[in-house]
């Protein structure tokens, strides 16, 4: 039915206004003071902001990884999702050598399809290239919508992929219209110092993050940014998590190379002494790449603000700490990497960002949502609010202090990486094209009821909203 959300601040990516959102047919059909009412529902948004929903570019749901399956799935992920403020996420789907691209984004449709209760896409990894994965390319991007690829430069016999199949997927990301993706880190490097560790009795999480310095991330984001440079191509570098990555970004943006950098919250508030923490608890914290010394995060947040750095994902990726994080006692490389970050994105870069004066209010808004969506092709439609775009609105109530904890998160896991950490700010009412999900802190979403996104080719708008515009 029809809505008019009063009373509200209005803030994207470039303005901060007070107006009322008039929403019809799931998209935003007029923005104005004091809007009639014309029987529509009236939702409060007094002292509260109302921004774009969230966009989550980075995350594993219902992910086989470290022998063992990420424990949140698209029901559970996403609606701890839009708990945190976020209507559009974009999963990676992972796909097996030696067998067609198509059955992997099958898989992956059939564990969102009937699940997703917030729009999603998703991302494809490519782990080689040969004849038939240059023939599947054009029906991956032209019908499944998919503009965005994704390679490993880690995780060595597992996902990794060689700098071949690197470049030649520069060079097909290039001529198709697609955005490449690396996880950037030495895995061969790391597979030595793992090794080394090892063999020599040193079996503590803390390990995970001496095996993997700062260095091997840089060396690997140089490389990425220097094949980019080479092939004239375009890379969206995930998860920087140190000042040496940071810097190889920068320096390639400097020299012209189409670069973009993504930071996620656990870097930004958390750092590598957690790995230390006793009883095995360190295990909570490992991620790929790990926490690093306190000292990055001011670099990280600079970034951020300068625009070095343009994105914040989750890359929400959740074990249990009991019964998954455990498979890596007595063997840290054991340890499946990774954390539950989807619901806590958003309030800890408004928490931790716009509260203490890190970013502004409206590069909040770029970082989370507006800017994604231009660069994964979901722009105008998702991202902003403006008319003619869908109603994925969050309401936000800047006041709320409050205590994150596993006790009350939505998430499936069984910690939270942000225990006791006190936070101001929380979405109250959340709407997917028009329609609450969230409704007064309540779920009232539907399974399902999130809609299979397919993108627009890099650089390109999207065609449906460009043609719902010019319709208005
Ligand atoms: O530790 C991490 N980041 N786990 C998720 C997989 C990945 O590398 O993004
Ligand atoms: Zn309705
Ligand atoms: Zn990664
Ligand atoms: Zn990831």
């Given at each position: 039915?029809?809505?008019v ?10 303005d901060t ?12 059909s007029?923005?104005?003071?004091n ?5 529509a ?25 470290g022998?063992?399956?990420t ?5 559970t ?8 403020g ?20 099958n ?15 998703f991302?494809l990894?490519i782990?080689?290239v040969?004849?038939?994965v240059l ?7 032209e ?10 430069m ?18 097909a990301?290039?001529?198709l219209g697609?955005?490449?993706?690396v ?10 110092l ?9 079996t503590e ?28 191509s375009?890379l ?17 943006r ?36 790990p926490?690093?010394?306190?000292w990055?995060?001011d670099?990280?947040?600079n ?11 989750s ?5 249990d700490?009991k ?17 539950p ?12 960002g716009?509260?203490?004066?890190k ?5 909040f ?5 507006t800017?994604?969506a ?29 205590t ?27 709407l997917?094209?028009?329609?609450f ?18 993108r ?10 460009e043609?719902?515009i010019v319709?208005?």
């Amino acid at each position: 039915m029809k809505k008019v959300i009063k009373n509200g601040t209005i803030v994207t990516a470039t303005d901060t206004f007070q107006a009322d959102i008039f929403i019809e047919n799931g998209v935003i059909s007029q923005i104005g003071e004091n809007l009639a009412v014309r029987g529509a529902e009236v939702v409060d948004a007094k002292g509260c902001y109302v921004f774009p929903g969230g966009i989550d570019p980075h995350t594993h749901l219902e992910m086989p990884f470290g022998g063992t399956v990420t424990k949140d799935d698209f029901e559970t992920g996403t609606i701890a999702a839009a708990f945190g403020g976020t209507t559009t996420i974009i999963d990676f789907c992972l796909t097996n050598k030696g067998e067609p691209l198509k059955d992997a984004i099958n898989v992956w449709h059939a564990k969102s399809r009937e699940k997703a209760v917030i729009d999603y896409g998703f991302h494809l990894m490519i782990g080689e290239v040969n004849e038939s994965v240059l023939n599947e390319l054009p029906s991956v991007i032209e019908e499944e919508g998919i503009t965005s690829f994704k390679v490993f430069m880690a995780y060595k016999n597992v996902l990794q992929a060689d700098d071949e199949t690197l470049f030649n997927t520069l060079v097909a990301a290039k001529e198709l219209g697609a955005l490449v993706m690396v996880h950037a880190e030495n895995g061969d490097v790391i597979d030595y110092l793992v090794k080394k560790a090892l063999s020599e009795g040193n079996t503590e999480p803390i390990y995970h993050a001496l095996t993997r310095p700062p260095e091997i991330e840089g060396e690997a984001t140089a490389r990425a940014a220097t094949f980019t440079g080479l092939t004239n191509s375009q890379l969206y570098v995930v998860h920087v998590s140190c000042a040496e990555a940071a810097a190889k970004i920068a320096e390639a943006r400097s020299k012209g190379i189409e670069v973009w950098g993504e930071t996620c919250p656990q870097y930004l508030v958390l750092d590598q002494s957690y790995l230390e923490k006793p009883d095995f608890e360190g295990a909570k914290y490992v991620w790929s790449p790990p926490l690093r010394e306190k000292w990055n995060q001011d670099v990280l947040w600079n970034a951020l603000k300068t625009g070095q750095l343009q994105t914040v994902g989750s890359d929400q990726c959740s074990f249990d700490f009991k019964g998954q994080k455990d498979l890596g006692k007595g063997d840290f490389s054991k340890i499946p990497n990774g954390g539950p970050i989807i619901e806590d994105r958003m309030t800890i870069l408004f928490s931790e960002g716009v509260m203490k004066g890190k970013i502004s209010l409206n590069q909040f808004v770029d970082v989370t949502s507006t800017r994604i969506a231009k660069l994964f092709g979901l722009y105008p439609k998702k991202g902003t609010i403006a008319v003619g775009v869908d109603a994925d609105i969050v309401i936000f109530d800047p006041t709320v202090e409050r205590t994150i904890s596993a006790e009350t998160h939505h998430m499936a896991v069984d910690y939270s990486a942000f225990e006791g950490m006190k936070v101001t700010g929380e979405p109250v009412t959340v709407l997917s094209r028009g329609e609450f999900v969230i409704r007064d802190k309540q779920f009232v979403g539907k399974l399902g009821a999130g809609q299979y996104l397919k993108r627009a080719k890099y650089g390109k708008s999207y065609e449906t909203v460009e043609s719902k515009i010019v319709k208005m």
